[in-house]
């Protein structure tokens, strides 16, 4: 069965500082990932995913993820954060099982992401 | 229109009622998907629509039942739960459930507190 694991429980950071989030997953076959950011009191949103090509990949709000297939990570990065950043981060693969996924994305625990003006 | 939406945001229940959640999305999408998430956890994937068929149901007991009327609207109907199914559950939706290139679309969720 597939698993993510984030290091970090809760990361604390003053502004302008570089964050690095970290993210591995544990299942051999083909796989997307993705990361996504909950603000305080909102819904799940899509930062950024990586499907295949380029293994650095640009998501919104200045943040960027590197894929490295051979360390099955998938670090989050931002190389100046703001206090507006303050959320919980989660990473999740989504495992191509057989060429068919059912979208069973498995998250991460996550990463509270506190910055501090 | 990019949103899931959900109703109502926040819901308190006793262990002998009924209720249900609602969620609802105009994206054209024909996967729907329950989420449960736990404070300070992870969402936990329950249940897959597929084109309005049940497609995934992982071990959710039955007090909690999803229906899909039609390919907008996304229901679950919870009846006898136990406080320890207090939760935020979350709704979700993709073009199609198929390929692995989906991305996922969230709604807000809604709080369940069960006394």
């Known amino acids: 069965a597939q698993s993510v694991s984030q290091h970090n429980h809760h990361v604390i950071l003053s502004e302008a500082a570089s964050l690095e989030l970290g993210c591995n997953y544990s299942y051999g076959g083909t796989v997307n990932l993705f990361w996504y950011v909950q603000y305080p009191g909102q819904h799940l949103q899509l930062l950024l995913k990586y499907f295949s090509g380029d293994p650095l990949v640009k998501g919104i709000k200045g943040f960027e993820a590197e894929f490295i297939k051979s360390k099955f990570s998938f670090n989050l990065r931002k190389p100046s954060v703001q206090w507006s950043d303050t959320a919980e981060y989660f990473c999740?693969?989504?495992?191509?099982?057989?060429?068919?996924?059912?979208?069973?994305?498995?998250f991460g625990q996550g990463t509270i992401l506190t910055v501090h003006p | 229109d990019t949103e899931v939406t959900q109703t109502p945001k926040h819901l308190v229940m006793g262990m002998t009622n009924k209720k249900s959640l609602k969620c609802e999305q105009h994206?054209?999408?024909?996967?729907m998907y329950w989420y449960k998430q736990k404070a300070k956890k992870p969402p936990e994937l329950m249940f897959v629509y597929s084109y309005e068929k049940l497609s995934i149901n992982e071990s959710v007991p039955s007090r909690f039942s999803p229906e899909c009327p039609n390919s907008s609207l996304l229901n679950l109907h919870l009846h006898a739960l136990q406080p320890e199914d207090s939760a935020l559950y979350l709704c979700a939706s993709s073009l199609r459930t198929v390929s692995t290139n989906e991305k996922l679309f969230f709604g807000s969720g809604t709080q369940l507190s069960v006394l």
């Open positions: 994206m054209g999408h024909r996967a």
């Open positions: 999740a693969v989504i495992s191509n099982a057989g060429g068919t996924s059912y979208g069973k994305l498995t």
